[in-house]
């Protein structure tokens, strides 16, 4: 036998011990019995009780879109409530909240802020939240008065044409505005860009200057392949245009800024016959706004509207909120209820009405009234200006921007505007329904929305008033009461899904530690 056999010879033998032990081991052992546990009732969970999450702001700033304590609901509380919500009571769905970014918007960005400022700054306009979250801009097609300079996009020398648009261009906006529009979609993808022209060619008008006048008939076929052109050159260069008005203020004819007034007649005519058809077959679409101007003259984009050609090709209506006031788009949409609803321009600034701030009047009245008066969206005028109301090329001396820059530090400030529509574009997500809400008046101001993608409910109240006021808001069973201080902006979300509310909390920890 050689040392393998040896080897495996013994291996065997201790195998046969071990089992062996293992055996008597077994039987030796002392028997235990299980002990008998008697059966017992489960307990009863107790159900989770709702809360609140509530976001304040005050006018006197002490307050800024601060995170507050959690409210407790009562849940089973029949008691009459101030504010009903009714979530089976529908109305639009919203598309979002933003800002234009003008000329001067965007030259700030480029020019008076390093690339870490700037990529700093429009995170914190375009991020997710607890940034800002606005997913909603408008362009200028050619200059506005926030720009540095008068042009269009097709400029020939005095007394020349360009009826076939051989030098269009847009090499103005190479610079600044391409480039700054770009990066924000790196952020947002899906951001949904509108644009509109302050003026036409200047050898397309009447006053053959881009300051006012009037568009030539002969002109409308061109002016609208102007528009298309515009539209191919911004895809081109990675833009996509959700939306087209056909000209700024129509009825409004500036004399220090490029514009042009614009007749019901003339948009009928170049909607219906022109640039309508021309976009009609288009893929991806672009939707055409009417109006495009005050509150105050529902009568004109209701008269295009009523216009049997040109409807077809109308989406919605564009509002600006300088004169009239918003119940006047109730009262167009109720004429054309298939017609979306938009404000696309609404700015603040260093007036005499603003000494007390801003934040109520942009809450309650161009935000709360503005939607439930069917707005989709909300577009504030300039996402950025500076220290000087600039820069600008005539127009509003004293206009302000979301947020103002210094010049010549690079600062940020944040005005009332900022945290008016923070108190929105932050919880109100693309896709929200507007739900019922009982409208309160007497100094207290709400809608009430339903985020689709997660169920939860927002409900944003404005407190006019210059005392406090206890508000109690019920939704179905349950129901809670806060005290609104005075003159205050609230944000109250509730139905949040747990981790979304984790997840949103620790956004929140995070951008408050870098800050």
């Not at 009863?44 to 700033?61: I, N």
């Not at 515009?230 to 833009?239: E, H, T």
């Not at 006031?325 to 004429?335: E, I, S, T, Y």
């Not at 900022?418 to 932050?426: I, K, M, Q, V, W």
Request: with cysteine.
């Amino acid at each position: 036998m050689d040392e393998r056999q040896a080897g495996s010879a013994g291996a065997a033998a201790a195998f046969i011990a071990l089992i062996t032990l293992l055996t008597v081991a077994a039987l030796l052992a002392p028997r235990f019995s299980a002990p008998i546990v008697e059966p017992q009732a489960a307990p009863v969970a107790e159900p989770a009780v709702p809360s609140v999450e509530m976001w304040l702001s005050t006018a006197d700033r002490r307050l800024r879109l601060e995170p507050q304590p959690d409210i407790v609901m009562d849940v089973g509380d029949a008691s009459p409530a101030d504010i009903v919500i009714d979530i089976k009571k529908t109305y639009q769905t919203m598309d979002g909240f933003g800002a234009a970014m003008t000329d001067s918007s965007a030259w700030l960005l480029q020019h008076k802020l390093n690339a870490l400022q700037r990529s700093a700054l429009l995170q914190e306009l375009y991020g997710p939240p607890p940034n800002l979250d606005f997913n909603m801009m408008r362009l200028t097609i050619g200059a506005s008065d926030f720009s540095l300079k008068p042009y269009t996009l097709d400029d020939v020398p005095s007394g020349q044409t360009d009826e076939t648009l051989e030098h269009f261009n847009v090499t103005s906006n190479l610079q600044d505005v391409i480039p700054v529009v770009r990066e924000v979609l790196t952020i947002d993808p899906g951001m949904l860009i509108m644009a509109t022209p302050w003026s036409a060619p200047a050898w397309m008008k009447t006053s053959q200057n881009l300051i006012g006048g009037e568009l030539l008939p002969q002109y409308e076929d061109n002016y609208a392949d102007y528009l298309v052109k515009y539209l191919d050159a911004m895809r081109g260069n990675g833009i996509p245009i959700f939306a087209l008005t056909l000209q700024n203020e129509p009825g409004f004819v500036p004399i220090t800024y490029p514009g042009m007034q614009m007749p019901s007649d003339t948009r009928a005519r170049v909607i219906g016959q022109f640039l309508g058809p021309r976009l009609a077959a288009r893929q991806p679409a672009t939707r055409i706004l009417e109006w495009d101007h005050n509150w105050s003259q529902p009568e004109q984009p209701m008269s295009v509207l009523a216009d049997p050609v040109a409807t077809r090709y109308i989406s919605g209506v564009a509002w600006h909120c300088y004169e009239g006031n918003p119940f006047n788009q109730g009262r167009v949409h109720h004429a054309f209820p298939q017609k979306d609803v938009y404000l696309t321009e609404c700015s603040g600034g260093d007036w005499a009405s603003a000494a007390k701030g801003e934040l109520i009047w942009f809450a309650r009245d161009l935000l709360v009234t503005g939607i439930r008066q069917w707005a989709r969206g909300v577009i504030y005028w300039n996402l950025e200006l500076d220290e000087n109301h600039g820069p600008h090329f005539g127009g509003c001396e004293l206009c302000k921007g979301v947020v103002t820059i210094d010049s010549k530090t690079g600062a940020i400030s944040r005005n009332d505007y900022y945290y008016a529509l923070g108190h929105f574009s932050r919880f109100v997500l693309p896709g929200a329904m507007r739900v019922g809400s009982t409208a309160t008046g007497k100094g207290i101001d709400n809608v009430a929305f339903q985020n689709r993608s997660n169920g939860s409910i927002v409900l944003v109240v404005v407190n006019s008033d210059t005392v406090a006021r206890d508000i109690s808001v019920a939704e179905g069973d349950n129901r809670f009461s806060y005290q609104m201080p005075p003159r205050s902006v609230a944000t109250f979300e509730w139905n949040l899904n747990p981790a979304d509310a984790l997840l949103r909390r620790i956004r929140e920890w995070l951008l408050r530690g870098r800050s």
